[in-house]
Each structure stands twice: as structure tokens, then as C-alpha cells.
């Protein structure tokens, strides 16, 4: 069996570390998919990509299953939405033939970040063809939902997006993941906003949450009032919601409210 996790951006990975060893636990195969090439501001790609395979081995993840489409494929960080069939395409040509499916993980639908979005629509399309036997499941990376400015929660599900399926994690590798959140090293300026959040929720709760994905869900806004990538003016939903219609028509998938 294969478990299928697909990530916006390398060091995304953060949002499900104890899903992923759960997954090596079992004796799957796992797969880890980049859909962008993570070179936002024209940074170089190459370091983060180091980081996000150096993080993954210590989980238990063969190099050899760690795929960066997006540099692949020339799929900008922040353009995924516009990428979105080139994107599924690509992962979707790596997926089949590789074996029965046990489960796919997709960033939350949640207005974090526009490319998170794209890559939870993408992944629900390609379950759709693949229809993973013990579900597909989102994991929260960070949102807005009723703050302001550029403000947001880490970590934290919308409890519209569906019942909390909680991973309880051992003291032990609680301080494990910690560690682990300190390998990315490129991106200091933003793990200096996300770190203490994540060490809050690890040392003092000790729980991952997942909840369940449908395509359905993707028809409205994942919260009212702005979204994240809204007020920091990356992308503005109306526009996302164009480019996931497009997707869904061009790529020949059925949700009933699209």
C-alpha cells in the first residue's frame, strides 16, 4: 500500500510529521509531492529542497519518494492556482502504476495561503481517480479566521471543514518535531512567526488534528470575512475560485455544487 502526501511548499510538511511516521509505522510506502518549485521572491530553491529531504529521512521517508514537481514542472510559489491541471497531471503521472492507495494528505481548505488551497482542490481530484482506501484527510497548516491585519493561527482546524480526528503524540517525539522545525534554517524569517506557535501546541496540548477533504466543500469560502492570503494581498478568492472551476472542468472531475 502507498500513502500519498502532497505539499504546497517544501517545509509544509510540519503541518502532518506524526501522520507521516504513523504511515512508515505501517509499512506503507510514502510519497511526498512538492507542487511548487518554494522559490517565492525569487529565492533559491535548492536549500529549501535540502532541508524538507533532510526532515523527511529522519521521519523514515526514502529519498527516492520525495518528488519536487513544482521545480520540475516551472510551477511558481504563489502560481498554483493558475498551475492547478499542469499541477495534477504531473502528480497524478507519478501516482498511478505505483499500487493501491491506503491514504492521501492534503493541506487544509482553510484561506491560509492561495497555493494550500490549490493543492487541497488537487488533491481531491486526484483521489477521486485513485479513491484511497482508508480515506483523504487535510491537515491544518495556518489561517486568519477572525483576526486582523496579517495575524493568524497556527495549526489550527476549522471546525467547518469537519469532525477533528486527534493524533496524540508521545512526550518524546514531541521535542522530536520540535527539532525538526529548526532544520529550515532558509526560512528563518518565517518560522520566527510560526515556531513559537507550534512549540506551544506540541509541548502544552501534544496533538496533530486531522479531519476529512471533499472536493464539495471547495465551492465556498473556507471562512467568512477576509482570508489570510487576502490581506496580504497574495490572491483574492474570487479569483482562486476561477482557476478551481477551470481545474475541475478541465481535468474532468464531478463535485454536484461546482
Known amino acids: 500500500m502507498r500513502s500519498i502526501f502532497i505539499f504546497a511548499h517544501p517545509d509544509d510538511e510540519f503541518g502532518c510529521y506524526e501522520s507521516i511516521r504513523r504511515e512508515v509505522l505501517l509499512g506503507h510506502s510514502v510519497g511526498c509531492y512538492y507542487l511548487t518549485d518554494g522559490g517565492y521572491g525569487g529565492q533559491p530553491t535548492e536549500p529549501r529542497e535540502k532541508e524538507s529531504v533532510r526532515v523527511l529521512k529522519r521521519?523514515?521517508?526514502?529519498?527516492?519518494?520525495?518528488?519536487?514537481?513544482?521545480?520540475?514542472?516551472?510551477?511558481?510559489?504563489?502560481?498554483?492556482?493558475?498551475?492547478?491541471?499542469?499541477?495534477?497531471?504531473?502528480?497524478?503521472?507519478?501516482?498511478?502504476?505505483?499500487g493501491d492507495v491506503a491514504a492521501i494528505y492534503v493541506p487544509?481548505?482553510?484561506?491560509?495561503?492561495?497555493?494550500?488551497?490549490?493543492?487541497?482542490?488537487?488533491?481531491?481530484?486526484?483521489?477521486?481517480?485513485?479513491?484511497?482506501?482508508?480515506?483523504?484527510?487535510?491537515?491544518?497548516?495556518?489561517?486568519?479566521?477572525?483576526?486582523?491585519?496579517?495575524?493568524?493561527w497556527v495549526m489550527k482546524p476549522l471546525r467547518i471543514n469537519g469532525p477533528l480526528r486527534t493524533q496524540s503524540v508521545s512526550l518524546k517525539y514531541r521535542f522530536v518535531y520540535l527539532r525538526l522545525c529548526l532544520c529550515y534554517s532558509s526560512q528563518w524569517k518565517t518560522?520566527?512567526?510560526?515556531?513559537?506557535?507550534?512549540?506551544?501546541?506540541?509541548i502544552f496540548f501534544g496533538h496533530f488534528y486531522l479531519q476529512p477533504a471533499s472536493l464539495n466543500a471547495c465551492v465556498r469560502r473556507p471562512h467568512d470575512g477576509l482570508l489570510l492570503y487576502e490581506r496580504r494581498r497574495?490572491?483574492?478568492?474570487?479569483?482562486?475560485?476561477?482557476?478551481i472551476r477551470q481545474f475541475v472542468q478541465d481535468y474532468g472531475v464531478s463535485a454536484k455544487s461546482i
Open 191 to 202: 518560522w520566527m512567526g510560526l515556531f513559537p506557535f507550534v512549540a506551544m501546541k506540541l
Open 234 to 243: 497574495m490572491a483574492c478568492f474570487e479569483e482562486v475560485e476561477k482557476h
Open 108 to 152: 487544509a481548505w482553510e484561506g491560509g495561503h492561495q497555493d494550500h488551497d490549490a493543492a487541497h482542490v488537487i488533491g481531491c481530484a486526484i483521489n477521486a481517480q485513485v479513491r484511497a482506501r482508508d480515506g483523504l484527510w487535510q491537515y491544518s497548516l495556518y489561517q486568519g479566521r477572525g483576526l486582523k491585519w496579517v495575524l493568524f
Open 59 to 98: 521521519l523514515g521517508v526514502a529519498t527516492s519518494a520525495i518528488w519536487f514537481l513544482g521545480r520540475m514542472h516551472n510551477i511558481p510559489d504563489g502560481g498554483l492556482p493558475g498551475n492547478m491541471l499542469l499541477a495534477a497531471k504531473a502528480l497524478m503521472e507519478q501516482v498511478k502504476g505505483s
